[in-house]
């Protein structure tokens, strides 16, 4: 397309030329070219091309001249090292090219003169057709540069391009290497393209906090029913506070949870470095590799991990908020694991997810129950070890097992024991209850290995006390990872395990194998029973991707077998799989468990199926098919109209002891802050029908007052930006600087645009290690005004609102005319030099290469005085100086301030263009009087006008 665009502008330009010519007073006057005593022309001007020029798939120029002749195509020699940045320079006085290629013991050396050539040590004589000399500029055919040069040329006439292979590395391409690593590490390893600004949100003693409301109401039988759901969450001595509470309409809390957590991905807490998270109130304290698991009550708990890697063989649990009636299900790698539905307790925990070496992408779908659907990806990288060389992991928690800092009943203990039937004596349970503490450290001694530790006390489910100590190595070898743990308690128990971890081309797989002794209580390994102590314990988990036709099928299969003193055996398989076909994802799930109990075997198959897409753009159909005892099935449909009105039908049916079949109805009305449902539903069992109404909304602390919000905003992270122009360019809103209005801002779910004071608030962020707020400045119409990176991050946190500055700039627009200088010829363009615009402070603001006519634009540039130099790299390896260049002044409200005349010479050595030129002329910017110029787009520089003026310099003396 832009060889196509090169010809429209070309032919534009020769049409043009003539009229233009005949326009001037003075007729343009034929120049007859520069040319070696003897040699004849083998092309014309008529024969001029522009040609692209890429290498590599990277654009080089737009127009490189270029004329085709009955010889071949000529290229010009000096332009085209310069676009290569390789040290050979033209003296069309002496009808010489000289310099070195790649390195200075390859010298090159071309004389027209002499006819021939020479580079590496190899000498050619040139025949008349291969190389000739014409306007300052030695012109060769690409099939000799091949013989000198370490490239592959190739010329398109038809397309005008010319495509360049390098055989070795050239400069340009290792130049580009070293400014990519320099900006990769400027931007912290992103690359230019994620360009980002990071907005601290530090913790404070106190902040308003954010305030989710649900109430709802309904009708069954004859009996009314309420509920509502209360969620806060801000800054509470400088840390993060996080509480629920839920009632019903006889004035008792049914629920509630308290926690002050404090978080640093970066791992750099004042009081303790290296802590990442640390959390007072209910929390969970970790599992170790043999013995407990993780359990929840309350107390503390603390870590140095990562929040976005683990090692292979770490246990993960995902936990959450969830909202009232909502349903989640857990996709890893797109395999569905796992699916939850809120239960009255206001969160979601997926215990135990089974990863893979490598990166795992982890989606959680969560499912409203007026038809609201969203999602949240994680990406977690699961090492082969996760602890580096030289660094500690410590993961520390203690609990009042299963007692919440709010207790609800006189009993603190819970609403009253249970039984336990073992054999032919019932047991009474005194309930998970009781002091659980659990510790575990590691060091790296090694790339690829650590040492561990662990120490825990806690209570299983019949009261008796455990005390257990624990150690394990961890290594990499040959790109599989594996560990192994000892592990005793304090009533002679012992354990031992060993497990690998890896991939096997395109299979990923995780084993794992225990052994225990003594009635060692192994809470996290595999099946458990309470009163029988486990003997071994085997696990192998298999992933891998088939090919279904030409769509890919995620795989995943579990195996785990228990035995236990007692000889029982216990034996689990899992398999599932996921696919898309059509507008339809489609996942199932197959389990087979089997229980021998004294020699008699017990099998049981259960199994799910989902599927979930669109139908004809407007409504959604969400199926599920499940079997075990019973089997169920389950098919909804919802219909959105905009952003504002919701519908959902849905209808049910159980077979089995309890069939029965529901049809439920819901409709959702979504105002600006607020969600107003109608739900209903009829059950065949009893014939009894449901109806209701509920209400969900949420309040937000601007940083000046609260706000009405969608709901969720409690549930996790908000940004307020304030987009401005930045008049005095300190990057702070300051009075009298003016908003940005009708900017677009887009994080999570949450679409939202800048207001008439410039500001927008998002909420529903999340909690995660890291959440990003796009903006979208395409409003801004004003070609001279720049925006800062337009991604925002931050460290979310629930009911904080992070400030963000979104700072608009006023720039100016420069155009720069570079022309060669020799004593006794006339100064012509001087293409393919690489020009550097430096700041006040010796710093590059704005950099560029001359096209073919001479000429570089410079934009961006914010108000402000600049200096031109030469790049320091290309000026010394091709000799170039500059004599002379005024000052360039960017006045407050930018735009264009006009065009620059540069002179330069070659064969100097050093590089004034360094000291700052003492210009005898105002600096560009202003006219005499110091006044700013007239703000207007520069029109007089399209290429189709500069193809003109090259021409008619080509052409005219």
Known sequence: MRGCGAILLLGLGLLIAPAAARADAAPIATRPALAVAGQAQPFTEDDLLLLEVSAGGRLLAEALPAYAAPAGVYLPLGELARLLEIAVAVDPNRARAEGWV?????????????????????????????????????????????????????????????????????????????????????LGGRSAARAETFVPTPYVAFSPPAVDVTVSAAREAENMRTRYDLRLAGDLAWAGLQAFVTGDGNGGLTQARVLLERKDPERRMALVPGISRVSLGDTYTPSLPLGPRSAGGRGLSLTTEDFQEIGAFDQIDLRGDLERDWEVELYVDDVLRGSRKEEGAGEYAFEDVPLMVGLNVIRLVFYGPQGERREEVRRLHVAGDAVRQGEWLVRFGAVDEGASVIAFHDDPQGEGDHLLDVGDRPRRLAGPRGLRAVGHLAYGVAPGASLSAGLASFHDLVGRTHTQAGVGAGASVLGFAAQANLAADDGGGTAASLGVAGRIGRVALVARHAEFSGGFLDEGGGYMRVLEPSRRSSTLSVDTTLKLGRRPLPVGLRVSRDEFAGGDAHLLATGRASTSLGRFLLSGAVRYEREDKAARGDGRVSGLITASGLIDDHWRVRATAAWDQDAVATVSLDRRWGEANALRLGLSHRWGDHAATMLQASHVWRLRNLDLSLFGGWSGADGETRIGVQLATALVFDGERYRRAPPGAAAGGAMRVHAFLDADGDGRWRPGEAPAAGLGVRGGRRVAETDAEGRALITGLGDGARAAVQIDASAVEDPYVTTPPPRLVFVPRPGRVAEAAFPLQQTGEVVIEVALHQDGEPPRPLSAVRLQVVDAAGAVAAEGRTAFDGALVVGGLRPGDYRLRIDPEQAATLGLTLNAAPAIHIPREGGFVGEVAAAVRLGATSILADTAPEPPQPALGQDRAGSAPERRPHASRSLGARLLRWLGFSLAG
Do not use: C, M
């Open 102 to 186: 790649l390195s200075e013991e390859r010298r090159f050396r071309l004389d027209l003169l002499a006819a021939e050539a020479e580079a590496a040590g190899r000498g050619w004589s040139l025949a008349p057709e291969d190389a000739v000399l014409a306007q300052g500029e030695i012109w060769v055919r690409p099939d000799r540069l091949a013989d000198w040069l370490p490239l592959k040329l190739k010329a398109d006439v038809r397309s005008l391009t010319l495509a360049i292979e390098a055989l070795e590395p050239l400069p340009f391409q290792a130049r580009l290497e070293r400014e990519a690593r320099r900006q990769r590490l400027e």
